[in-house]
């Protein structure tokens, strides 16, 4: 198994639909993220959450909802999103409480709005 | 607020030589890590080198180094001996605490090389 496991690799839904982007970490971490990844755009920092419970809400539009239901598990529940919301969907975990731990990322979800 | 600021969008080196990728931040904390991040083409990020803020010693990391300049809030990543499996994006992050007392990490635009044969 892989530190980081993002599902699924590619996603292409409509404006309409509701579906769910889904992360697991096998590296003992209680730090999450989710991070966007726009063309020509820095990673823009999503939602952290820390030992299950959400620390950081990057002003993030409510047709994003996270799930954290354990430290090693990670959901995004899209709904309703706009084509401007297509990017790449980065998940990454960390050790909280050690500063010099990095974010290990998972491989991330293409997202397609259409 | 913390910014990381990337001013070389794109890098050519020939292969076998060295290439340094500039990153400079900003920050009024004492307290701070730096890191160097690699994406190829096929997407995942991955870590390659971290320098905290108190470290006396530049990072190193087999063929990549850290040239780290505190005064100058710089810090610099250098490649040595090039490949062509070098060729991908660069992100240079900054560590910054948040107010419930844990970190998040924020990213610069990147650099990304290529390595010409």
């Known amino acids: 198994e892989t530190g980081v496991t993002q599902t699924p690799r590619h996603l292409v839904m409509g404006m309409t639909n509701k579906k769910s982007l889904k992360c697991e970490q096998h590296?003992?971490?209680?730090?999450m993220y989710w991070y966007k990844q726009s063309a020509k755009k820095p990673l823009e920092l999503m939602f952290v959450?820390?030992?299950?419970?959400?620390?950081e809400n990057n002003s993030v539009p409510s047709r994003f909802s996270p799930e954290c239901p354990n430290s090693s598990h990670l959901f995004l529940h899209l709904h309703t999103l706009q084509p401007e919301d297509s990017a790449l969907y980065l998940c990454?975990?960390?050790?909280?409480?050690?500063?010099?731990?990095?974010?290990?990322f998972g491989n991330g979800t293409r997202l397609t709005v259409t | 607020a913390q910014k990381i600021t990337q001013t070389q969008p794109g890098m050519f080196v020939q292969e076998k030589e060295a290439v340094t990728l500039d990153c400079t931040y900003d920050?009024?904390?004492?307290?701070?890590?730096l890191f160097w991040y690699k994406q190829p083409s096929s997407g995942e990020m991955i870590f390659l080198i971290y320098?905290?803020?108190?470290?006396?010693q530049n990072a190193t990391e087999g063929r990549y180094s850290l040239n780290f300049q505190k005064a100058r809030k710089s810090a610099n990543l250098v490649i040595s001996a090039s490949q062509l499996g070098d060729s991908a994006m660069y992100f240079c992050?900054?560590?910054?605490?948040?107010?419930?007392?844990?970190?998040?990490?924020?990213f610069g635009t990147g650099t990304r090389l290529k390595v010409l044969a």
């Open positions: 959450y820390n030992f299950k419970e959400q620390t």
């Open positions: 992050a900054m560590r910054e605490p948040t107010t419930s007392g844990t970190y998040k990490y924020i």
């Open positions: 990454a975990s960390s050790q909280a409480e050690d500063g010099n731990s990095p974010l290990h």
């Open positions: 920050t009024s904390d004492q307290s701070y890590g």
């Open positions: 590296l003992g971490h209680n730090a």
């Open positions: 320098q905290g803020s108190y470290d006396e």
